[in-house]
T-cell receptor
Framework: SQQGEEDPQALSIQEGENATMNCSYK?????LQWYRQNSGRGLVHLIL?????REKHSGRLRVTLDTSKKSSSLLITASRAADTASYFC????????????FGKGTHLIIQP | DSGVTQTPKHLITATGQRVTLRCSPR?????VYWYQQSLDQGLQFLIQ???????AKGNILERFSAQQFPDLHSELNLSSLELGDSALYFC????????????FGPGTRLTVL
């Protein structure tokens, strides 16, 4: 079952603009991870944020986590054409060893 | 390049057949996970192995099985294949059993005709 739900499902912006994607989930988590996937290829790990963290940065990426609202956001600043991809949030449950539960993803298109 | 390798890249087979997908984790990683990505179901966790032992099970069908060998590589066996099994199958690895980043391989695209 899909725990994470990304919003919006699709997003089209101009190169240079910022892109924000949101993710909501339902149960308690140990961590939340964001991944990028280019057109049916492998998943590239972007950021892992633990349940006791509120914000993390990596280059042009900023991730926030609000466990009280069970939501996370991914901000990509100064977008580039190469950022065009699908972005997924994935949650690791708080109870122990288990696989990640993925949302349906946000398809981001950067217009040149 | 995540360091996780999967073979083969593509597999085309017929209904009723059996196939084996292979995964080598990143050097030093003890956990291997298998995921299925299809258009209708999205990305779904199938099964996890940690240091040779089954650790967690997700939405894995009884027709599917997996194992992790002493050298830590893993195989996913899919039998009595149906059209609906056509999907991308990903392997991921992490250092330990939970709490760590999962690094994904490039996937095996399975087409069942």
């Amino acid at each position: 079952s899909q725990q994470g739900e990304e919003d919006p499902q699709a997003l089209s912006i101009q190169e240079g603009e910022n892109a924000t994607m949101n993710c909501s989930y339902k149960t308690s988590i140990n961590n939340l991870q964001w991944y990028r996937q280019n057109s049916g290829r492998g998943l590239v790990h972007l950021i892992l944020i633990r349940s006791n963290e509120r914000e993390k940065h990596s280059g042009r990426l900023r991730v926030t986590l609000d466990t009280s609202k069970k939501s996370s956001s991914l901000l990509i600043t100064a977008s580039r054409a190469a950022d065009t991809a699908s972005y997924f949030c994935a949650t690791e449950p708080g109870g122990g060893a288990d696989g990640l539960t993925f949302g349906k993803g946000t398809h981001l298109i950067i217009q040149p | 390049d995540s360091g996780v390798t999967q073979t083969p890249k593509h597999l085309i087979t017929a209904t009723g057949q059996r196939v084996t997908l292979r995964c080598s984790p990143r050097s030093g990683d003890l956990s291997v996970y298998w995921y299925q990505q299809s258009l209708d179901q999205g990305l779904q966790f199938l099964i996890q192995y940690y240091n040779g032992e089954e650790r967690a099970k997700g939405n894995i069908l009884e027709r599917f099985s997996a194992q992790q060998f002493p050298d830590l590589h893993s195989e996913l066996n899919l039998s009595s294949l149906e059209l609906g099994d056509s999907a991308l199958y990903f392997c991921a690895s992490s250092a330990n059993t939970w709490g760590d980043t999962q690094y994904f391989g490039p996937g095996t695209r399975l087409t069942v005709l």
